[in-house]
C-alpha cells in the first residue's frame, strides 16, 4: 500500500524507517499537545508570562514562523507575478511546491500557537466580531486566517497529485483546474501576506507608549510595517532553500539544481541589502531622534541580559554577513557558506522579531520603575517545538507521497 | 458606553481626572486596599510574585538616589491613568476586539471583560503598567465572598482589567440624578481611593469644570504629569514641590 502511494521512479526510504521518524515526531507533537492541554486547563499561569511580559515566547516563535514561511507568499509572487517580466525567476518552480507546504506549516502552526497565546481561547472569535479596526492585531488576525485558507487552497492540487489521487478522474479534474487558477490565489496570498508581514511590524511599531518599539511612519503604518514586510521577503525564499537542503541531505538525493539555490540567494541576499539599509536608517532615526525626545538613550534600552549584544547580532553577524556570503560569486559556490548566509539571514529577522517582542518590554517606561526579565517555561517551548515538529510531519509526508519535486527523477537517475 | 471611541474628544460637560499630592501622601496604602475590595479584585494566598499581582492602584517607592543625609524617599500611588491622548489611548488603540474604549463623553476608559479575548495587547501598549491580567480563576477566603461588592463583576481567569475610576460608582450617581430630576451628565462622585485616603491627598472631579478643585490643583505650579513626552495625555496629576520628583517623572527631561 505505502509503495502504491510513493511517486512513480523515485525512491523513498523503507516504510519502518520512515514510520520510526514518524513515531519520533509524534512523540514530540503528543508532548506540545499535554503542554497545549496544561495552558489550557490551568491557564498562561504555567508560562513564564507576567504582566510585565504580555508578549513571550508564544508571539516571538508566531512572528518569526511567519516570517521564514513567507517563502510560500513571495516565491509565489516571483513565480505566478513576475517571472513573466523576468524569465529568469521561472526557475523556481522547481521549488514553489515545496515553498507553499512550508508556508502551511508555518501559517497554521502559527495559529496553533496563537490559540494558546490568547487568555480566552473560546473568544477567538471576538475578533471578527467585535473588529477594532485601528488595532494592528485586529489586521493580524484577519490576514492570517485568510492567508491561510489560501494556502490551503494552495496546497490542495499538490496533494491531488499523488499517484493514488490523480489516478481518481474526478479529483485530477479537479486538482488540474485549480492548477490553472493557482496564479489567482497566488496573487491574492501576495496581497494577504503583504499586509499581515505588514501589520505584525505594526503591532509593536504603533505603541507609541513604548518608546523601544515606537517607530514613526508613512501615514498610519509605523516604518516597522514595511521593514517586517521586506525582511520576511528576504528570509522566507531562504528558510525554504535550507528546508530543502534538509530533505536533500537526509534523503542523500539532489532535489533541485543548483541554480535555484543560487538565484534565491542572489534574490534573498539582494532583499536583505536593501533591508539592512532602511534597518539601519530606521535603527539611527529612533536611536538620535525617537527615543532622546522621550528621554532616553540608546543605552537605556540594552542592559542584561538583552545587551546590546543582540544589536550587534541582528544588524552584523545576521545582517552584513549573511550579504556578504549569498551576494559574493566565491562564496556562493562554496554549499557551507551558502547555506550559513541562508541561516544567518533567517536566524537575524528571529532576532528581529525576539527584540521587537520581548526585548521591547524588558525596558522600563517609567523611570521609578523595574528592568524585568522573561524566562518562558516549557509549557511555552513544548508547544513552539511540537508545531516544528508538526511541520517536519507535514513535510515530511508531502516529501514521501507527493512529487513536489519535478526535477527529482532526472537528477537521481 | 456612549460615545465613539475612535472621534477626537466629543462636547461633553465633563472630563473625570484626579490629583495626587505626594507631598501629602504618606505612602499609607489605604487607597490600593479600598481600592481592591471596592472593585472585586481578587488576591492569591501567596502574592509574593508581584509581577502577576492584580492590583489597580499600585504604589510605587521613589528614592532621590542620595547617600544620607540627603536621602529622601517618597511613595506614588498609581491608578490607570485614563490616558486623553487624542484620537486614542494607548491601550485604546491597539485592543482587537473593543475591549477597552474610551467613554468620550466622560473621558474614562473602561475595560469590557466579558469581551476581552487576553491577548495582553494593552497591557503591552500601556507605559505605566496600569493593567493586570487575570493568571489564575479570582478566589476569595469563604469568610470573604460577603463582603464582594454587587455592582462590580468579578473578572474570570484570561482576561484584563484595570482601574476605572470606580465608574460603578457614577453609574449610581447617574441614577440618583436622574431619579432627582438633575442632569446626569455633570454629576460628581467619589472613587473609593479617594474617599479611603485619610490624608486627603486624593482629589477627584471634573477637569473641564474651572470652578472644581480637581482642575485648579492640576494648574497648580506644583502639579506635573507622568511621561509627559509620551503625548499620552494622563488625566491623572500629580502634586509635588520636591524637585527630585518631578524630574524623576518624565525621565529627567
Known sequence: MDKALIPEGVKRCPLPVFGLWMLFLSAVIAWGIYAGYTVLFKGLNVTGLNNYFGFGLYITVDLGIIALGAGAFFSGFM???????????????????????????????????????????????????????????????????????????????????????????????????????????????????????????????????????????????????????????????????????????????????????????????SLLLIYLIFKSLDTLYWALDTAPGFGLKLSDFYRAPYGMWLLFAELGVCGVLPIILLLTPQTRNSNGLLFLGFF???????INRFAMTVEALAIPVMPFDQWAVYIPTWAEWAPCIAMLAYGAVIVSLSYRYLPIFPREKELNP | MSGSAHSEHAESKVRYGMVIDLDKCTGCGACSVACQQENNVSFRPDESDKLRTLS??????????????????????????????????????????????????????????????????????????????????????????????????????????????????????????????????????????????????????????????????????????????????????????????????????
Open chain 2, 56 to 253: 489597580w492602584m499600585t504604589l510605587y517607592r521613589l528614592e532621590n538616589g542620595a547617600d544620607y543625609p540627603d536621602y529622601r524617599a517618597a511613595m506614588l500611588p498609581r491608578p490607570c491613568m485614563h490616558c486623553d491622548s487624542p484620537h486614542h489611548s494607548p491601550c485604546t488603540f491597539v485592543c482587537p476586539v473593543n475591549a477597552t474604549i474610551r467613554d468620550e463623553h466622560t473621558g474614562i476608559v473602561d475595560h469590557v471583560a466579558v469581551r476581552c479575548i487576553g491577548c495582553r495587547y494593552c497591557m503591552v501598549a500601556c507605559p505605566y503598567h496600569a493593567r493586570s491580567f487575570n493568571w489564575w480563576d479570582p478566589t476569595w477566603p469563604k469568610s470573604m465572598e460577603a463582603m464582594l461588592t454587587p455592582e462590580v463583576s468579578p473578572r474570570m481567569r484570561g482576561v484584563v482589567e484595570k482601574c476605572t475610576f470606580c465608574h460603578h460608582r457614577l453609574n449610581l450617581a447617574r441614577d440618583r440624578a436622574r431619579l432627582n430630576g438633575e442632569d446626569p451628565d455633570t454629576v460628581l462622585y467619589t472613587p473609593a481611593c479617594v474617599e479611603a485616603c485619610p490624608a486627603r491627598a486624593i482629589t477627584f472631579g471634573n477637569l473641564k469644570d474651572p470652578n472644581s478643585e480637581v482642575a485648579k490643583l492640576a494648574k497648580d505650579s506644583r502639579a506635573f504629569r507622568i511621561l509627559e513626552k509620551l503625548h499620552t495625555e494622563p488625566k491623572v496629576y500629580y502634586l509635588s514641590s520636591a524637585q527630585w520628583i518631578r524630574r524623576q517623572s518624565d525621565n529627567g527631561l
Open chain 1, 79 to 269: 513565480y505566478y507575478g513576475l517571472s513573466r517580466f523576468f524569465p529568469r525567476l521561472k526557475e523556481l518552480h522547481k521549488i514553489i511546491n515545496l515553498a507553499v507546504i512550508v508556508g502551511f506549516c508555518c501559517y497554521t502552526g502559527a495559529l496553533l500557537v496563537l490559540l494558546l497565546e490568547i487568555g480566552q481561547p473560546l473568544r477567538g472569535w471576538f475578533g471578527y466580531w467585535h473588529a477594532n479596526v485601528h488595532s494592528m492585531l485586529t489586521e493580524v488576525i484577519f490576514c492570517i486566517s485568510c492567508y491561510a485558507i489560501v494556502l490551503v487552497i494552495e496546497f490542495v492540487p499538490i496533494i491531488l497529485e499523488n499517484r493514488k489521487l490523480d489516478a481518481i478522474k474526478p479529483l485530477h479534474i479537479f486538482g488540474h483546474n485549480l492548477h490553472e487558477i493557482m496564479a489567482v490565489f497566488a496573487m491574492t496570498g501576495t496581497f494577504l501576506s503583504f499586509f499581515h508581514q505588514g501589520s505584525l511590524g505594526g503591532v509593536p511599531g504603533v505603541m507609541f507608549g513604548r518608546p523601544f518599539a515606537y517607530r514613526t511612519g508613512f501615514f498610519i503604518w509605523p516604518w516597522t510595517f514595511f521593514l517586517f514586510t521586506l525582511s520576511a521577503m528576504a528570509c522566507g525564499p531562504a528558510f525554504t532553500a535550507i528546508i530543502c537542503r534538509i530533505i536533500e541531505k537526509v534523503s542523500r538525493k539532489t532535489l533541485v539544481d543548483r541554480s535555484v539555490y543560487e538565484l534565491i540567494a542572489k534574490i534573498t541576499g
Open chain 1, 344 to 350: 544567518l539571514n533567517c536566524a537575524g529577522i528571529v
